[in-house]
């Protein structure tokens, strides 16, 4: 949680944090300052002090938003330093946040965050670092920076705003789920009033739209995948390909709040009409797994082992898994879940190597996704459904939706 993050630059040995570049879709930004609309922003945390947010003038109505101790970048001024730089931009930009480590007596050792152009970001912290002999920039593995550690348990707040996603997610599946089963059917294919194919282009622009008419932006896409591009994990679904009934489709959504906030994720599996013997069968698999570790997962538990108990469970019933076969396409092929918040991903991770020492602990909001894929079937099955430890350390799905595999049709 935020409240964490001195006691972590502590533990880490840095004396500040530097996050960089826009507001919008930056989440280690707006983790310090919400939904400030920036185009730039340059932020510093010293160990044990407010962070100073470092603004545009035109954006300092934007940046007071944040809440947080404000300095205008024109009191450096910009322009005159690229002028005595003879137009080098990166030379001026970092001789002004040299200057904004001397005014706030930032010194020693620190990790640098944001997303920025890479090429121009390495310029950049190279010739600070040249200018700055006082200041050492490290880095940081993702899932074990500072900040992502800070980030792996949520406060109230980030609970709830999670929660008003899902509950924003599970209504638009469901408005889905009543589009598709008010269709027509020709033999075994879904078709609409004016008598042409049900596409999955047509359901995809569908969620786009219900999404945004509850105001959740949609910035990675949507997964609508149906027959063998099911039985590829992240393969999305092709936009031409006609709904036709008994064929496993894999739903998963993962929207966000405006603006680059907070995420929901969740999937389900559908068969319109009716399912096959085969997709019955697989799906059952997944289905109890997925409650099994709905009722094994508690904080204090390691992520690994619950790895494991799924690969224990899928592998009794002849399933491959990446621990009897690690470089599979068959069978159970990823992690049990992921933690969930500003970004779709973060920590904690449910990876089984061995070097995977991520506990849950109250507070975390991660999912629960068991999956089985056979391409060589076009069959692929996933539940997924987003929860959070709650304090007395047992999960909550955060919004729940009926897990049934076969949407009846009404229109047919």
Request: with cysteine.
């Amino acid at each position: 949680m935020r409240s964490d993050i001195d006691a972590l630059m502590e533990e880490a040995g840095h004396d500040f944090l530097l996050v960089r570049g826009p507001s919008i879709s930056n989440p280690n930004m707006v983790y310090f300052t919400g939904f400030a609309n920036m185009t730039f922003a340059t932020l510093i945390k010293k160990r044990g002090e407010e962070a100073v947010l470092i603004c545009n003038p035109m954006e300092r109505d934007e940046a007071a938003k944040s809440g947080l101790r404000l300095k205008n970048i024109d009191d450096y001024g910009p322009l005159q330093q690229i002028e005595a730089a003879g137009g080098d931009v990166i030379r001026a930009s970092a001789k002004i946040l040299s200057m904004a480590f001397d005014e706030f007596r930032v010194r020693g050792q620190g990790a640098l965050y944001g997303r920025l152009e890479i090429g121009e970001a390495y310029a950049l912290m190279r010739q600070f670092e040249l200018s700055m002999p006082t200041v050492q920039l490290v880095g940081e593995p993702r899932g074990h920076a500072v900040l992502a550690r800070a980030r792996t348990t949520k406060d109230a707040d980030e609970v709830g705003r999670i929660r008003r996603m899902g509950q924003i997610t599970t209504a638009v599946v469901s408005e889905i789920a009543d589009f598709l089963t008010s269709q027509r059917v020709r033999g075994d294919m879904l078709i609409d009033q004016d008598g042409q194919p049900v596409t999955i282009g047509v359901v995809r622009r569908q969620i786009d739209l219900q999404l945004a008419r509850r105001g959740a932006d949609n910035p990675d896409g949507t997964i609508f995948a149906m027959g063998h591009d099911a039985a590829v994990p992240h393969s999305i679904g092709r936009d031409d390909e006609a709904l036709r009934l008994g064929r496993p489709i894999i739903f998963d959504i993962f929207p966000s709040e405006p603006g680059g906030g907070y995420y929901y994720d969740f999937t389900r599996t559908w068969c319109l009409g009716y399912a096959p013997d085969d997709v019955l069968q697989v799906y059952q698999d997944v289905l109890d797994v997925y409650k099994s570790l709905l009722k094994a997962l508690h904080a204090g538990g390691a992520c690994r082992d619950f790895q494991f108990a799924a690969c224990d469970i899928f592998e009794d019933r002849g399933h491959p898994t990446q621990r009897t076969a690690p470089n599979t396409e068959r069978g159970f092929v990823h992690s049990l879940g992921h933690g969930l918040g500003l970004d779709v991903h973060e920590s904690p991770t449910f990876s089984g190597l061995a070097s995977n020492d991520d506990i849950l602990e109250p507070g975390s909001v991660i999912t629960l996704e068991p999956g089985l894929y056979y391409p060589d079937q076009d069959l692929g099955v996933r539940l997924e459904d987003t929860l959070w430890i709650r304090p007395d350390g047992t999960p909550e799905i955060l919004a729940t939706y009926p897990l049934d595999l076969v949407l009846r049709m009404n229109g047919a």
